[in-house]
């Protein structure tokens, strides 16, 4: 069974994060999400308090074959202070498994280098902080281990395309049908 982890910051975007959690659970991904801080809870931008599975210190994040970033303010900011959430992806990165983010969480993996030559989206705000990306205005872009996507609007779509990646695209169609999703023409 493939793993993933969710990294929680106060003040994530909530749909985002449960849209890809969900998607990816429904598909058989055993996903864990884990608390950047030392808090059992960790309350979204518009104020949802999601309980969490472990906190990131208890994990070891190679044991994962993806990494995910929600977007929302002030929530990607602070995955931006982590010096945890820097360990965690520059480490996961260096193995070649799947960094993905959301919205405005790409611009975390920007600060930190490893969008450098790549092909990557956000949150049209926050396309300036992607350093050294090749900017893509799709709902959902994906370069080698790194997956973006632009926001809210292609959770559902990030969601997919990661399961399609971490298990098959068969999977992936088969949660297509299930929950009638339709792709915008």
Avoid: W
Wanted: charged share 25%.
């Amino acid at each position: 069974m493939k793993r993933a982890v969710m990294l929680f910051a106060e003040g994530f975007e909530t749909v985002e994060a449960l849209v890809v959690v969900d998607i990816l659970r429904r598909g058989g991904v055993e996903v864990t999400m884990a608390s950047i801080n030392e808090e059992e809870f960790v309350r979204s931008s518009h104020g949802v308090n999601v309980e969490m599975d472990v906190v990131l210190g208890e994990v070891d994040v190679l044991d994962y074959d993806a990494i995910i970033l929600p977007g929302g303010m002030p929530g990607t900011l602070h995955l931006g202070e982590s010096e945890a959430v820097k360990k965690a992806l520059l480490v996961m990165n260096d193995a070649g498994k799947i960094v993905a983010a959301i919205c405005a969480a790409p611009g975390v993996l920007g600060k930190y280098g490893l969008l450098e030559g790549k092909k990557a989206c956000s949150y049209p705000d926050h396309e300036k902080n992607l350093t050294g990306a090749q900017i893509l205005r799709e709902p959902v872009v994906k370069d080698g281990n790194i997956i973006t996507s632009r926001g809210l609007g292609t959770a559902l779509e990030f969601g997919l395309r990661l399961l399609e990646v971490l298990v098959s695209t068969d999977k992936a169609d088969q949660i297509r049908e299930a929950i009638v999703y339709q792709e915008l023409a």
